[in-house]
């Protein structure tokens, strides 16, 4: 390859969402699809429906998994470093940065998974975005038993160790803390939008969709951090090279 040539992408990833605005249920793909658009750098997507189809990449079977020509770079967060140098100051990082996407890829994660999985309210749009394309005799089993086991994840990460109740109370907390400090204009750190911008809107936009209505009426009630993700919604959605067919 010419060392002018750029390498090929390909991201791998969970299936499509079928969902206008959200390329992924995953959030950590959503993060990685919004900084490859706005870096502009063009990529084929390749979808599984188990993230372990893709473990010849990546021995954690976890996804995204993103292939820079022959090489592949798995964790979101691993990625982003790699977007950053192949479009360098496209995607500002600085320390600061770097710790709210630690707060947004850990806090805000765990809850985002209570709520798909934990919630009982929300659990049968959970299980039919999911499993509705497993055999019905699988799906009968499978996904209760999978949601034990993360419900289970969730109480040791103590998310959901002292019930629903205090679980959204927290929540409903950790919103109102993150609403006061939304800017009301630009991006979440002075300046260009940052590493700290997709990882925070990644959990939270992933919290607007039909699986978690509840939550999504959460989001929407502090105006100020809806105004915010809308302004990076907006930012990141086109991607200003064009985007390979899917895989």
């Not at 750029?6 to 900084?35: I, N």
């Not at 979808?47 to 022959?70: E, I, K």
Request: glycine share 4%.
């Amino acid at each position: 390859m010419n060392a002018n040539t750029p390498p090929t992408l390909t991201l791998l990833e969970l299936a499509d969402a079928a969902l206008p605005g959200h390329e992924s249920y995953s959030p950590f793909c959503l993060k990685v699809h919004r900084a490859l658009k706005y870096a502009g750098l063009p990529y084929t997507r390749a979808c599984a429906a188990n993230p372990a189809a893709h473990r010849a990449h990546n021995p954690t079977r976890q996804v995204p998994v993103l292939l820079v020509g022959d090489e592949a770079v798995p964790d979101s967060t691993s990625i982003l470093t790699c977007i950053q140098r192949l479009a360098p100051g496209r995607i500002a990082v600085s320390p600061e940065a770097l710790l709210w996407e630690e707060l947004a890829d850990t806090a805000l994660n765990g809850f985002l998974v209570a709520s798909r999985w934990a919630d009982p309210r929300n659990w049968p749009a959970t299980r039919s975005a999911y499993f509705g394309a497993m055999p019905a005799p699988v799906r009968a089993v499978v996904p209760a038993l999978l949601r034990r086991k993360v419900v289970q994840g969730l109480v040791a990460r103590d998310v959901w160790r002292a019930g629903p109740e205090a679980c959204w109370r927290r929540f409903g907390v950790l919103l109102d803390q993150l609403d006061a400090r939304a800017p009301e204009q630009g991006y979440w750190l002075p300046g260009s939008l940052s590493v700290a911008d997709l990882a925070l809107f990644a959990q939270l936009h992933s919290l607007r969709t039909p699986l978690t209505s509840w939550q999504r009426g959460e989001v929407a009630r502090r105006a100020r951090l809806s105004t915010w993700l809308d302004r990076v919604d907006t930012a990141t959605r086109m991607l200003t090279a064009p985007l390979r067919a899917v895989s």
